[in-house]
């Protein structure tokens, strides 16, 4: 789905309606060593986040769709 790559890389994410929410999602990724630069909600879609990671962006995919989150690459240029 991603390929690997030390840079920043933006996904799109949409929490499942259970979720410890965003507080979690950060700690997940961070225990994982990887940083986010950068979270804001996707205006009209509750639940949906568009997310920068500094790191390995396959690992943010996996950890993320671990804890139920559905997540695709960023729309270029950003919405």
Excluded: F
Excluded at 19 to 27: E, F, I, K, P, S
Excluded at 29 to 37: P, R
Aim: hydrophobic share 45%; with cysteine.
């Amino acid at each position: 789905m991603l390929t690997i790559d030390v840079r920043d890389t933006d996904l799109v994410l949409a929490m499942p309606q259970r979720h410890g929410g965003v507080a979690n999602m950060l700690v997940a990724l961070e225990d994982a060593g990887l940083g986010v630069s950068r979270i804001e909600p996707r205006i009209g879609e509750a639940g949906v986040y568009r997310l920068t990671v500094n790191g390995n962006a396959d690992s943010a995919v996996k950890i993320l769709e671990g804890l139920g989150c559905r997540v695709s690459a960023a729309p270029y240029p950003p919405a």
